[in-house]
């Protein structure tokens, strides 16, 4: 039985229908440099992911220490220095955004190298499978134990397998809730038992997730369940370097005894050994696929062989469609990498990046809001005088209480009272990461009315620090019924 | 459907399928897997009919499920708690003087953002969204208050009302002197233009030194003899700048003729005692108060 060809099968398969079996794979472990890559790329993702939660940061007093914190009590995202307040989500959608960009730039550049290395789904399928062959052997050991009688052996190998899979499960679904939470705080009472029930919830989800996607649905997921493959192709064009089978050079392929000459044939001796590394069970002869994640062990696994066979390496390699159809291939392609396309992301990640990071080096520790009230815009009192209401918001992020006076600038002869406060300038306390509305009146005598710029007055409110004296300014207007 | 066709380039068996005459599908099978699943999607469906209220039955009523459960009652819950978070607010507003509520820092916000949401639901529709006011319709944030400005002046007037037929509304009228011929045609438009001179707004002095008299005679008794005002009766201040129905010479010549009146409701048994209190507190906050 060919194990290894999804197409065959269902040829052979008498009643093939609309819904099918599942074609178990048995990944094959690969050696070479793409290996060695997502053995690294492997260690550094999940060792954030998993140490992350427990670096510790300090902040000072009456503040979390953990380095990345998402706080979602205190509406607050905390990533060591940077703190990320509700309000300020837009730097989150502007992550966002640039990950999405970036993710187009990567696929227009060199095909689905999220999915192949860094997604998730893959890091941990392949953490899983790590473990099935620990326990289980590499593949041709486990599709002996497979299709072989329930043995003791079988079952306790089986069995193995599953703790390990939970255990790591556990562990996932374990790290994500310290995300949310201090950490050794909330590890003492997951265990204590009287950790809060969402954690509880989370946890179990995250359990069930990792071992169900990771361990047993695998290449499933990103076949059935993941948009992106579908989405990919949009992405790249005949200039992205996809990992592709040279057929101008392996055809017409077949087997070759050594010493053999190589004159009028292919390099591929049809040894099945791209196909048996491939997690997602394809042959990567077929052409560019769907369910290919590029994850690029095929390479290595054809690198071997041809080395074995004393043929050039690179049989399978990252190449262009442009080159695959050229009527002269050459071996070193040279990839155009300046294209409309992939000049377009890599300016939209500049531009965004930059917006981003402009807003950062302007963010205020100090936020001061005004908002000039309607209906009615202004207020003509009993001697004459005219009055606006406005609604001065002050924001302080600084990690202490802070003290402030408010005054104006740019407005002759105007006095202010701010409702609830007695005095010309009374000291406002705002005390650590809070916000303070204030209802302030702003009054121009009837004897200066004369000195308003019509029926609209620019002037500026003024934010005292009353420690250090600095001062925040805010643009307003004064409003009047204009000459008269 | 004839036997099995297998395609000749892939290998793959097509559908049996034929459009256009030869394009033909290859057959493709989803994962059994995933028939499942949506034949347990179907089963949790069906289980959540029975354990949740689903269906409307014929007598206008509907499936109430096996846990009881109602959103309606869930909702319930919720505001109960909200009700309860409030309460230690509640009753501090309950215990303090209005007088002393804009002090009180702590409790300004709550009051301020509660007599918000009430202005704009019970007072809105009148004097405007801010307190903006309309003809007929006291403008809230100014400093001239007919019946007083004060935050107890102000928590009075929204209780009893204004003619509003409340056992202790404030009431008083502007009498209706050319209508009901207490003053002929000129000496309405000499009183017109004495008001009008008041606020330095007058434009025929010798209309206005004859209204002088016709002021004293019919007006002064409420609006006081340098037209000052009463707020023990509700006559407003004919000093100042603002009016209520229009500071024009034909405005004038209208109130007085016509005379008037305007209608506020009284709330007092119609809000808690409590929201009368933060009502008149954010009235007061508007800017005019006394
Ligand atoms: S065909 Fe090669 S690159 Fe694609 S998924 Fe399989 S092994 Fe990875
Ligand atoms: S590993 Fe290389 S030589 Fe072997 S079948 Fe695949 S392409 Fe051919």
Same mark, same amino acid.
């Given at each position: 039985?060919?194990?290894?060809?999804?197409?065959?099968?269902?040829?052979?398969? %008498?009643?093939?229908?609309?819904?099918?079996?599942?074609?178990?794979?048995?990944?094959?472990?690969?050696?070479?440099?793409?290996?060695?890559?997502?053995?690294?790329?492997?260690?550094?993702?999940?060792?954030?992911?998993?140490?992350?939660?427990?670096?510790?940061?300090?902040? /000072?007093?009456?503040?979390?220490?953990?380095? #990345?914190?998402?706080?979602?009590?205190?509406?607050?995202?905390?990533?060591?220095?940077?703190?990320?307040?509700?309000?300020?989500?837009?730097?989150?959608?502007?992550?966002?955004?640039?990950?999405?960009?970036?993710?187009?730039?990567?696929?227009?550049?060199? /095909?689905?190298?999220?999915?192949?290395?860094?997604?998730?789904?893959?890091?941990?399928?392949?953490?899983?499978?790590?473990? %099935?062959?620990?326990?289980?052997?590499?593949?041709?050991?486990?599709?002996?134990?497979?299709?072989?009688?329930?043995?003791?052996?079988?079952?306790?190998?089986?069995? +193995?397998?599953?703790?390990?899979?939970?255990?790591?499960?556990?562990?996932?679904?374990?790290?994500?809730?310290?995300?949310?939470?201090?950490?050794?705080?909330?590890?003492?009472?997951?265990?204590?038992?009287?950790?809060?029930?969402?954690?509880?919830?989370?946890? /179990?989800?995250?359990?069930?997730?990792?071992?169900?996607?990771?361990?047993?649905?695998?290449?499933?997921?990103?076949?059935?369940?993941?948009?992106?493959?579908?989405?990919?192709?949009?992405?790249?064009?005949?200039?992205?370097?996809?990992?592709?089978?040279?057929?101008?050079?392996?055809?017409?392929?077949?087997?070759?005894?050594?010493?053999?000459?190589?004159?009028?044939?292919?390099?591929?001796?049809?040894?099945?050994?791209?196909?048996?590394?491939?997690?997602?069970?394809?042959?990567?002869?077929?052409?560019?696929?769907?369910?290919?994640?590029?994850?690029?062990?095929?390479?290595?696994?054809?690198?071997?062989?041809?080395?074995?066979?004393?043929?050039?390496?690179?049989?399978?390699?990252?190449?262009?469609?442009?080159?695959?159809?050229?009527?002269?291939?050459?071996?070193?392609?040279?990839?155009?990498? #300046?294209?409309?396309?992939?000049?377009?992301?890599?300016?939209?990640?500049?531009?965004?990046?930059?917006?981003?990071?402009?807003?950062?080096?302007?963010?205020?520790?100090?936020?001061?809001? !005004?908002?000039?009230?309607?209906?009615? !815009?202004?207020?003509?009192?009993?001697?004459?005088?005219?009055?606006?209401?406005?609604?001065?918001?002050?924001?302080?992020?600084?990690?202490?209480?802070?003290? #402030?006076?408010?005054?104006?600038?740019?407005?002759?002869?105007?006095?202010?009272?701010?409702? +609830?406060?007695?005095?010309?300038?009374?000291?406002?306390?705002?005390?650590?990461?809070?916000?303070?509305?204030?209802?302030?009146?702003?009054?121009?005598?009837?004897?200066?009315?004369?000195?308003?710029?019509?029926?609209?007055?620019?002037?500026?409110?003024?934010?005292?620090?009353?420690?250090?004296?600095?001062?925040?300014?805010?643009?307003?207007?004064?409003?009047?019924?204009?000459? %008269? | 459907?004839?036997?099995?066709?297998?395609?000749?380039?892939?290998?793959?068996?097509?559908?049996?399928?034929?459009?256009?005459?030869?394009?033909?599908?290859?057959?493709?099978?989803?994962?059994?897997?995933?028939?499942?699943?949506?034949?347990?999607?179907?089963?949790?469906?069906?289980?959540?009919?029975?354990?949740?209220?689903?269906?409307?039955?014929?007598?206008?009523?509907?499936?109430?499920?096996?846990?009881?459960?109602?959103?309606? $009652?869930?909702?319930?819950?919720?505001? $109960?708690?909200?009700?309860?978070?409030?309460?230690?607010?509640? $009753?501090?507003?309950?215990?303090?003087?209005?007088?002393?509520?804009?002090?009180?820092?702590?409790?300004?916000?709550?009051?301020?953002?509660?007599?918000?949401?009430?202005?704009?639901?019970?007072?809105?529709?009148?004097?405007?969204?801010?307190?903006?006011?309309?003809?007929?319709?006291?403008?809230?944030?100014?400093?001239?208050?007919?019946?007083?400005?004060?935050?107890?002046?102000?928590?009075?007037?929204?209780?009893?009302?204004?003619?509003?037929?409340?056992?202790?509304?404030?009431?008083?009228?502007?009498?209706?002197?050319?209508?009901?011929?207490?003053?002929?045609?000129?000496?309405?438009?000499?009183?017109?233009?004495?008001?009008?001179?008041?606020?330095?707004?007058?434009?025929?002095?010798?209309?206005?030194?004859?209204?002088?008299?016709?002021?004293?005679?019919?007006?002064?008794?409420?609006?006081?003899?340098?037209?000052?005002?009463?707020?023990?009766?509700?006559?407003?201040?004919?000093?100042?700048?603002?009016?209520?129905?229009?500071?024009?010479?034909?405005?004038?010549?209208?109130?007085?003729?016509?005379?008037?009146?305007?209608?506020?409701?009284?709330?007092?048994?119609?809000?808690?005692?409590?929201?009368?209190?933060?009502?008149? $507190?954010?009235?007061?906050?508007?800017?005019?108060?006394?």
């Amino acid at each position: 039985m060919n194990m290894m060809n999804r197409t065959s099968d269902l040829a052979a398969g %008498e009643n093939a229908t609309a819904y099918a079996r599942r074609q178990k794979i048995y990944p094959k472990l690969a050696h070479g440099t793409f290996r060695r890559i997502k053995w690294a790329v492997m260690a550094v993702t999940l060792g954030i992911y998993y140490v992350l939660p427990w670096l510790r940061w300090d902040r /000072g007093p009456n503040l979390p220490d953990q380095a #990345f914190l998402l706080d979602f009590a205190n509406q607050r995202l905390f990533f060591g220095p940077i703190e990320i307040w509700a309000q300020e989500l837009y730097y989150i959608t502007g992550i966002l955004i640039l990950s999405a960009l970036g993710l187009f730039l990567v696929t227009a550049v060199a /095909g689905r190298m999220w999915c192949g290395y860094a997604c998730p789904q893959t890091v941990w399928t392949d953490l899983m499978i790590v473990v %099935e062959r620990f326990w289980q052997g590499d593949r041709n050991a486990r599709l002996r134990l497979d299709y072989g009688p329930w043995t003791f052996e079988k079952i306790w190998k089986k069995t +193995g397998t599953h703790i390990t899979w939970l255990l790591i499960a556990v562990a996932t679904g374990g790290a994500f809730v310290f995300y949310f939470r201090d950490a050794p705080t909330l590890a003492h009472e997951l265990v204590n038992g009287d950790a809060p029930m969402v954690a509880y919830a989370f946890l /179990g989800i995250f359990t069930g997730t990792t071992y169900l996607l990771g361990g047993i649905a695998r290449e499933q997921v990103c076949i059935y369940m993941c948009p992106w493959p579908r989405i990919q192709s949009a992405m790249y064009d005949v200039d992205s370097l996809l990992i592709s089978y040279r057929d101008y050079r392996g055809e017409p392929r077949g087997p070759h005894k050594k010493g053999q000459s190589w004159e009028g044939r292919g390099d591929c001796i049809d040894c099945t050994a791209c196909v048996a590394v491939c997690p997602m069970g394809i042959d990567i002869r077929d052409g560019s696929q769907m369910e290919c994640i590029q994850c690029a062990l095929c390479i290595d696994a054809c690198d071997e062989i041809m080395q074995r066979v004393g043929r050039p390496q690179g049989l399978i390699a990252y190449d262009t469609f442009r080159n695959l159809d050229a009527p002269v291939h050459e071996a070193r392609v040279p990839v155009r990498w #300046f294209r409309p396309r992939t000049l377009l992301y890599t300016a939209l990640i500049l531009i965004v990046g930059g917006v981003m990071l402009t807003a950062w080096m302007n963010r205020a520790v100090l936020e001061v809001n !005004v908002l000039h009230d309607r209906n009615p !815009v202004f207020v003509q009192l009993s001697d004459g005088s005219l009055r606006n209401g406005y609604t001065v918001k002050i924001l302080n992020k600084q990690h202490a209480a802070r003290s #402030f006076r408010i005054a104006i600038s740019g407005l002759e002869g105007a006095g202010m009272t701010i409702v +609830g406060m007695s005095g010309p300038e009374p000291t406002i306390d705002v005390v650590t990461d809070d916000l303070r509305a204030l209802k302030v009146l702003v009054t121009v005598s009837a004897a200066k009315r004369g000195t308003l710029a019509g029926q609209a007055t620019p002037f500026r409110f003024a934010v005292i620090d009353a420690r250090d004296g600095s001062v925040i300014y805010h643009d307003a207007t004064f409003r009047g019924p204009g000459d %008269e | 459907m004839t036997g099995k066709e297998i395609d000749s380039v892939t290998g793959v068996e097509t559908t049996g399928h034929v459009w256009d005459g030869d394009l033909k599908e290859l057959n493709k099978p989803l994962p059994r897997w995933w028939l499942y699943v949506l034949y347990a999607t179907i089963v949790w469906a069906i289980g959540y009919w029975i354990v949740y209220p689903a269906w409307p039955t014929l007598n206008d009523t509907y499936t109430k499920g096996v846990f009881d459960y109602s959103q309606r $009652a869930e909702v319930g819950k919720e505001i $109960a708690a909200a009700k309860e978070a409030q309460a230690k607010y509640f $009753a501090e507003i309950a215990a303090t003087p209005i007088g002393d509520i804009e002090k009180n820092q702590e409790l300004l916000p709550f009051v301020m953002a509660g007599g918000a949401a009430v202005f704009g639901d019970k007072c809105g529709p009148c004097h405007g969204k801010g307190g903006g006011g309309a003809v007929g319709y006291p403008n809230l944030n100014d400093d001239d208050w007919l019946w007083g400005g004060t935050p107890e002046a102000i928590q009075h007037t929204i209780e009893v009302g204004i003619r509003s037929g409340h056992g202790e509304a404030r009431d008083m009228a502007m009498p209706r002197f050319g209508l009901d011929g207490m003053l002929k045609r000129d000496e309405i438009t000499d009183a017109a233009q004495f008001v009008l001179s008041l606020s330095g707004h007058g434009t025929d002095t010798a209309a206005a030194g004859r209204g002088a008299k016709i002021f004293t005679d019919n007006c002064a008794a409420c609006h006081g003899d340098a037209g000052k005002g009463n707020q023990e009766l509700g006559a407003p201040n004919l000093t100042d700048g603002i009016w209520l129905y229009g500071g024009k010479l034909a405005d004038v010549e209208k109130t007085i003729e016509t005379g008037r009146g305007g209608v506020m409701p009284y709330w007092s048994g119609r809000l808690d005692p409590v929201t009368l209190k933060m009502l008149a $507190a954010y009235v007061h906050s508007l800017g005019g108060g006394k």
